[in-house]
């Protein structure tokens, strides 16, 4: 339910973290799935929020700005196998919709004067491509160069990604249903720390 919108703020943060890794930029950034996280969080019944993430993340910023990120659906972790599983099925239905992309486009030109150490603040727009749907996406995040060949890129604040806008709801509603549930909220926050390193 709320996992979906984990992979949509994933993909602004990924370009943006790019984008500052390089003040004589050359050759392609590579996300570091092993050091990069996207989160989100469920909430249930009112008022019990759980923490969720995507451990199958993968990801590049071009020499040209075109930033893309990509979230394998099947890969989300709630802690529960059984709830991994309902999430796969009835929610993502992955067989038909595997993966989430995110994709933008970064003004490279505004972070070539970062140093190791420096940091920016950057408003990042994109499209996510979930469930066969392309919609908006709009994050601030910062930017932070780490030695020259890795930057992080981590979002200032949560994303709100909705369940109705990626024809979701459905899928909610089943989850709610087989689990007993007397409310899933449909809209859940979505946080990411990104580390992107140079080719």
């Known amino acids: 339910m709320s996992r979906l919108v984990s992979a949509l703020a994933l993909a602004p943060v990924l370009a ?3 984008a500052c890794s390089q003040p004589a930029a050359q050759g392609d950034w590579t996300l570091d799935a092993a050091a990069s996280q996207l989160n989100f969080v469920s909430i249930k019944s009112g008022d019990i929020a759980e923490v969720h993430h995507f451990t199958g993340l993968s990801g590049s910023v071009s020499e040209d700005g075109t930033a893309e990120l990509v979230i394998d659906l099947a890969s989300v972790e709630t802690g529960i196998v059984v709830r991994n599983e309902r999430m796969r099925e009835h929610l993502f239905e992955t067989e038909t919709h595997p ?11 505004a972070l070539y004067n ?50 109705a806008d990626f024809n979701l709801q459905a899928g909610l509603d089943t ?8 409310s899933i909220t449909p809209s859940v926050p979505v946080t990411a720390t990104l580390v992107f390193e140079r080719e």
């Open 99 to 109: 993966t989430a992309r995110l994709t933008a486009q970064v003004d490279l030109a």
């Open 114 to 163: 970062l140093a190791p150490g420096d940091q920016t603040a950057l408003e990042l727009d994109g499209v996510l491509d979930l469930h066969g749907v392309e919609v908006p996406i709009f994050a601030n995040v910062l930017v932070s160069d780490l030695n020259g060949s890795r930057v992080i890129v981590t979002t200032q604040g949560p994303v709100m990604i909705h369940a």
């Open 175 to 182: 989850l709610q249903e087989l689990a007993g549930l007397p």
């Open 16 to 18: 943006l973290a790019t």
